[in-house]
């Protein structure tokens, strides 16, 4: 796949589309909707962001984001919004809510702020996380999980 390239000094205003890749450097004050993978050490401040895949590096984002695929939020990094995902990596500072299918991981230098659904979650310890859990994609197996073993241990 063929990517883009925003470096360092340069700020777009205005919305960017791209198929392909795009390591963004500068600054992106719009929505970024690209079909390939986000590499971020800049800053995007808009309304929404969607891509395949993300990795955040450094910088800020102040948009919701939402991936086809994986993101990860580097602790050099700090989004302020929604985060919508498959599978993360949470290093970083997030304020906003993380709504994520599968997999969650969250790392001993991340900070945490809003509402938190997921399919499976990790949290390291060192992790500041200020977060209202909510039943996941999972729901119903722990209670299932506590109903056999009531079955096959009845009192």
């Given at each position: 796949?063929?990517?883009?390239?925003?470096?360092?000094?340069?700020?777009?205003?205005?919305?960017?589309?791209?198929?392909?890749?795009?390591?963004?450097?500068?600054?992106?004050?719009?929505?970024?909707?690209?079909?390939?993978?986000?590499?971020?050490?800049?800053?995007?401040?808009?309304?929404?962001?969607?891509?395949?895949?993300?990795?955040?590096?450094?910088?800020?984002?102040?948009?919701?984001?939402?991936?086809l695929d994986y993101i990860?939020?580097?602790?050099?990094?700090?989004?302020?919004?929604?985060?919508?995902?498959?599978?993360?990596?949470?290093?970083?500072?997030?304020?906003?809510?993380?709504?994520?299918?599968?997999?969650?991981?969250?790392?001993?230098?991340?900070?945490?702020?809003?509402?938190?659904i997921a399919g499976e979650?990790?949290?390291?310890?060192?992790?500041?996380?200020?977060?209202?859990?909510?039943?996941g994609y999972n729901q119903?197996?722990?209670?299932?999980?506590?109903?056999?073993?009531?079955?096959?241990?009845?009192?």
């Amino acid at each position: 796949m063929e990517g883009s390239f925003i470096p360092k000094g340069t700020k777009i205003i205005g919305d960017v589309y791209a198929e392909g890749d795009l390591e963004l450097d500068g600054d992106v004050i719009g929505n970024v909707n690209i079909t390939g993978n986000l590499d971020l050490n800049g800053s995007i401040r808009g309304d929404n962001i969607k891509v395949g895949r993300v990795e955040l590096s450094k910088g800020v984002i102040e948009s919701d984001i939402e991936s086809l695929d994986y993101i990860s939020v580097g602790k050099d990094v700090t989004v302020i919004g929604n985060i919508k995902a498959v599978n993360a990596d949470i290093d970083g500072a997030v304020e906003g809510d993380l709504d994520v299918k599968e997999k969650v991981a969250v790392g001993s230098t991340a900070v945490i702020k809003g509402d938190l659904i997921a399919g499976e979650l990790a949290v390291d310890f060192g992790a500041l996380c200020d977060v209202n859990l909510e039943k996941g994609y999972n729901q119903g197996k722990a209670a299932a999980f506590f109903d056999n073993y009531l079955k096959e241990n009845p009192q």
